[in-house]
């Protein structure tokens, strides 16, 4: 992930791969230090699917944490 402030507005967001075409679910849309946070606090089952994207990159939950 090239953004790395706390500050930084991100969308955080579910693939969910079971769906027809691996819809996206937004959990969250603000600063990534809140998202971060909240993509902790999901399961596990939910984290193997999170994702954060600012309007630069996109990176898999589990690869940044």
Do not use: K
Request: proline share 3%; net charge negative.
């Amino acid at each position: 992930m090239r953004t790395t402030s706390t500050n930084t507005t991100v969308r955080l967001y579910h693939l969910d791969i079971e769906a027809e075409g691996g819809a996206p679910h937004t959990l969250f849309y603000g600063p990534l230090a809140e998202a971060m946070q909240i993509a902790a606090a999901q399961s596990e089952e939910l984290q193997a699917g999170l994702y954060l994207a600012t309007d630069n990159d996109v990176v898999a939950w589990l690869d940044l944490d």
